[in-house]
């Protein structure tokens, strides 16, 4: 038995009592029921501005819709409360009820497609899945920004005529539209593969009103329209390759809670790199090999963590070829499609080295968040502030803006003497003194960067790890697949020491092509977790515990149960080495 074989999901009993027409049918209304009412809650919560990164527009010109939510649901100062402020102290726990709600009604869908013997109709699945999108689509804040850069870089190709590699969003601050972006100084981290569907969505935006909330929902509507692709994607997919979980395996990824809400609800261009990824699935259950090499460098081109597919994919192909002019065969050719793709699409922006320069000065190449290691590093500094006489790490986040006499701490239009404000009265213990402060902040950030850097290595001399182990593994397709499946999960609760639950769309996507009891239920697990990130997301400079160690909340049960089955699968490969070896002696 093969290594590859012995990953492969064993196949659990089928109950022999099917369950009748009527009884299914009554059942999946009910959980159909549910599943609305379980979004419909999460559109109700996401009106807490406490709860949002970004505002969503779209409901800001009802003011008759708002002046009913205030007198019905919740108070204007409940949805104006600061996040930092005491009348927002119970705004994560309405959102937790609100997740668990929806995270159990998806594990009852699930579990009926699971133990059905006949896979629901595909209709059926996408009809749950524009029933959830609906509230969604009208989110009145968002959990990320992201779409707002995007509508940036379109805007800087096609109304102000610059690069969107080069130019950030803040040489153009005369834009209408600037006042939203976050990361103002920040050009495209996307490649070509996002950058041109972005141009043509703005040009057809801006024939028809340029409005934001106009942008907003087109973005919104384009990954929607993607996400509902996706799933067909994978139901033809299983349908070829495994129609013994075409039902289940396409519910996996389509009704997710966690694909949902990122792609419908904050319009993250993940979903268009998973299209890429899929096409490329279905082109080479075709055979058309050159296709899948074309959609693996348009889904790398779209964003950079799916290259390690691409020389997997190469592997697989030079183990299924006959001979060695094959192999040549199949490698001139997957290299020269990739990099006319390449040239072709980065050959009307290119500058020079200039081009690809923020991949290596964005953000995530500069600090840790939301991430195993952001914990450990956090960690390591506190344990030196106790022991070693380092500044408090706290200090590094802490405003430091000063005003008036005496040095009085102020934070927007708030002073350190309200009595509300936990930030103010947390960050007035740093800040009795203006100079020694500023002195020990800067120690402070100093030490971070220290700490950082040595972690940041570390994640990523795992990630490299990950991908020889997964090309020393890969002789087939199915085992190349696997193999991305579980570097994409590495990279999210390892590798990535800058982390955003919308990374592990990636992982679902896969996982739904793969077997359940492992691959598909570690993607389970960690998809349904991740939403902690934004539920338990610092609100002071000194966290609360479980503020501080959200991460390991998340990524920790998940690598457990993953490492467990990998220690029996490497003991199975193991076992099965040794008795060819005995039995060849």
Same mark, same amino acid.
């Given at each position: 038995?093969?290594?590859?074989?012995? #990953?492969?999901?064993?196949?659990?009993?089928?109950?022999?009592?099917?369950?009748?027409?009527?009884?299914? =049918?009554?059942?999946?209304?009910?959980?159909?029921?549910?599943?609305?009412?379980?979004?419909?809650?999460?559109?109700?919560?996401?009106?807490?501005?406490?709860?949002?990164?970004?505002?969503?527009?779209?409901? =800001?010109?009802?003011?008759?819709?708002?002046?009913?939510?205030?007198?019905?649901?919740?108070?204007?100062?409940?949805?104006?409360?600061?996040?930092?402020?005491?009348?927002?102290?119970?705004?994560?726990?309405?959102? &937790?009820?609100?997740?668990?709600?929806?995270?159990?009604?998806?594990?009852?869908?699930?579990?009926?497609?699971?133990?059905?013997?006949? %896979?629901?109709?595909?209709?059926?699945?996408?009809?749950?899945?524009?029933?959830?999108?609906? %509230?969604?689509?009208?989110?009145?804040?968002?959990? !990320?920004?992201?779409?707002?850069?995007?509508?940036?870089?379109?805007?800087?190709?096609?109304?102000?005529?610059?690069?969107?590699?080069? =130019?950030?969003?803040?040489?153009?601050?005369?834009?209408?539209?600037?006042?939203?972006?976050?990361?103002?100084?920040?050009?495209? @981290?996307?490649?070509?593969?996002?950058?041109?569907?972005?141009?043509?969505?703005?040009?057809?935006?801006?024939?028809?009103?340029?409005?934001? #909330?106009?942008?907003?929902?087109?973005?919104?509507?384009?990954?929607?329209?993607?996400?509902?692709?996706?799933?067909?994607?994978?139901?033809?997919? &299983?349908?070829?390759?495994?129609?013994?979980?075409?039902?289940?395996?396409?519910? &996996?990824?389509?009704?997710?809670?966690?694909?949902?809400?990122?792609?419908?609800?904050?319009?993250?261009?993940?979903?268009?790199?998973?299209?890429?990824?899929?096409?490329?699935?279905?082109?080479?259950?075709? $055979?058309?090999?050159?296709?899948?090499?074309?959609?693996?460098?348009?889904?790398?081109?779209?964003?950079? #963590?799916?290259?390690?597919?691409?020389?997997?994919?190469?592997?697989?192909?030079?183990?299924?070829?006959?001979?060695?002019?094959?192999?040549?065969?199949?490698?001139?050719?997957?290299?020269?499609?990739?990099?006319?793709?390449?040239?072709?699409?980065?050959?009307?922006?290119?500058?020079? !080295?200039?081009?690809?320069?923020?991949?290596?000065?964005?953000?995530?190449?500069?600090?840790?968040?939301?991430?195993?290691?952001?914990?450990?590093?956090?960690?390591?500094?506190?344990?030196?502030?106790?022991?070693?006489? /380092?500044?408090?790490?706290?200090?590094?986040?802490?405003?430091? @803006?000063?005003?008036?006499?005496?040095?009085?701490?102020?934070?927007?239009?708030?002073?350190?003497?309200?009595?509300?404000?936990? /930030?103010?009265?947390?960050?007035?213990?740093?800040?009795?003194?203006?100079?020694?402060?500023?002195?020990?902040?800067?120690?402070?950030?100093?030490?971070?960067?220290?700490?950082?850097?040595?972690?940041?290595?570390?994640?990523?001399?795992?990630?490299?790890?990950?991908?020889?182990? $997964?090309?020393?593994?890969?002789?087939?397709?199915?085992?190349?697949?696997?193999?991305?499946?579980?570097?994409?999960?590495?990279?999210?609760?390892?590798?990535?020491?800058?982390?955003?639950? /919308?990374?592990?769309?990636?992982?679902?996507?896969?996982?739904?092509?793969?077997?359940?009891? @492992?691959?598909?239920?570690?993607?389970?697990?960690?998809?349904?977790?991740?939403?902690?990130?934004?539920?338990?997301? %610092?609100?002071?400079?000194?966290?609360?515990?479980?503020?501080?160690?959200?991460? @390991?909340?998340?990524?920790? +049960? +998940?690598?457990?149960?993953?490492?467990?089955?990998? &220690?029996?699968?490497?003991?199975?490969?193991?076992?099965?080495?040794? =008795?060819?070896?005995?039995?060849?002696?």
């Amino acid at each position: 038995m093969s290594l590859g074989e012995g #990953i492969r999901a064993r196949a659990f009993p089928r109950r022999v009592a099917r369950p009748t027409l009527i009884e299914r =049918d009554w059942a999946l209304v009910g959980l159909a029921v549910l599943h609305v009412l379980a979004y419909c809650s999460f559109f109700v919560v996401m009106h807490l501005r406490s709860r949002s990164w970004a505002p969503g527009q779209v409901l =800001d010109p009802l003011d008759g819709y708002w002046r009913w939510f205030y007198q019905t649901l919740f108070s204007e100062e409940q949805v104006m409360a600061s996040r930092r402020s005491m009348e927002a102290a119970t705004h994560p726990f309405l959102m &937790l009820a609100s997740v668990a709600a929806i995270s159990v009604v998806y594990l009852l869908l699930l579990r009926l497609f699971r133990r059905t013997v006949e %896979p629901p109709p595909l209709r059926v699945l996408m009809s749950l899945t524009v029933l959830a999108s609906i %509230p969604l689509l009208f989110l009145p804040n968002l959990l !990320s920004g992201d779409v707002y850069s995007y509508i940036a870089f379109g805007r800087v190709a096609v109304v102000h005529g610059g690069n969107p590699f080069i =130019d950030p969003p803040s040489m153009f601050a005369t834009d209408p539209l600037y006042k939203w972006v976050n990361w103002k100084q920040v050009s495209s @981290v996307y490649g070509p593969g996002w950058i041109y569907p972005s141009i043509i969505l703005t040009i057809l935006v801006n024939s028809f009103n340029q409005h934001v #909330i106009t942008y907003v929902l087109a973005y919104k509507l384009l990954a929607f329209g993607m996400h509902l692709v996706n799933g067909w994607l994978i139901w033809k997919i &299983l349908e070829r390759w495994k129609p013994e979980q075409q039902g289940w395996g396409t519910a &996996l990824y389509l009704l997710s809670p966690l694909a949902l809400i990122e792609f419908v609800g904050n319009a993250h261009n993940d979903v268009l790199m998973i299209t890429f990824i899929l096409l490329g699935v279905l082109c080479h259950l075709r $055979g058309h090999w050159y296709w899948t090499i074309a959609a693996f460098t348009l889904a790398v081109l779209t964003k950079w #963590i799916a290259l390690p597919l691409l020389p997997l994919y190469g592997l697989a192909l030079l183990w299924d070829a006959q001979s060695w002019r094959e192999r040549a065969w199949k490698t001139a050719g997957s290299l020269l499609i990739f990099v006319s793709l390449c040239v072709s699409l980065y050959r009307p922006y290119w500058e020079g !080295s200039d081009t690809l320069k923020i991949l290596f000065d964005a953000p995530p190449q500069q600090r840790l968040i939301n991430s195993l290691g952001d914990v450990i590093a956090t960690d390591a500094q506190y344990a030196m502030w106790r022991y070693g006489g /380092w500044p408090h790490p706290a200090l590094v986040d802490t405003l430091s @803006v000063f005003s008036g006499p005496g040095g009085r701490v102020v934070y927007g239009s708030e002073s350190n003497s309200t009595t509300g404000d936990l /930030w103010s009265q947390q960050r007035s213990e740093f800040a009795d003194d203006k100079s020694f402060f500023r002195t020990q902040q800067s120690l402070a950030r100093i030490n971070r960067d220290w700490v950082n850097e040595r972690v940041r290595t570390a994640g990523l001399a795992l990630l490299a790890l990950s991908c020889l182990v $997964g090309a020393a593994v890969t002789r087939n397709f199915r085992v190349a697949l696997l193999a991305g499946a579980w570097i994409f999960f590495v990279y999210c609760a390892i590798g990535a020491v800058w982390f955003w639950p /919308w990374y592990v769309t990636w992982f679902v996507a896969l996982a739904a092509l793969l077997d359940w009891r @492992v691959t598909g239920r570690t993607a389970l697990l960690l998809s349904l977790l991740v939403p902690l990130t934004y539920i338990f997301y %610092p609100t002071l400079p000194d966290p609360v515990w479980w503020q501080r160690y959200r991460a @390991v909340i998340i990524f920790v +049960p +998940p690598l457990l149960f993953a490492g467990w089955h990998g &220690l029996r699968v490497a003991r199975d490969a193991w076992r099965t080495w040794r =008795d060819q070896r005995l039995q060849a002696a």
